[in-house]
């Protein structure tokens, strides 16, 4: 997870960091925002946006932007 994501072009880094730890999933926040991860499912809050990226194959990314007031499953 990194802070302030997207204003520190946090895209590259996120992925070298789920390359070399080989994880298949990643969490990007902006400034503003409250992402709480409760009982299987993602809550976002706040204003700004949250990123998270899931390994979709070989070299493949699939990055959601996720904004306030959404909710998912996660991973």
Do not use: K
């Amino acid at each position: 997870m990194e802070a302030h994501f997207s204003q520190r072009g946090g895209f590259p880094r996120l992925v070298a960091a789920m390359r070399l730890s080989g994880s298949e999933n990643g969490l990007g926040i902006d400034d503003g925002i409250c992402v709480e991860v409760r009982d299987g499912r993602l809550y976002v809050r706040g204003s700004g946006r949250a990123y998270i990226a899931r390994a979709a194959g070989v070299g493949d990314l699939r990055v959601t932007l996720v904004e306030p007031g959404m909710e998912m499953a996660f991973p």
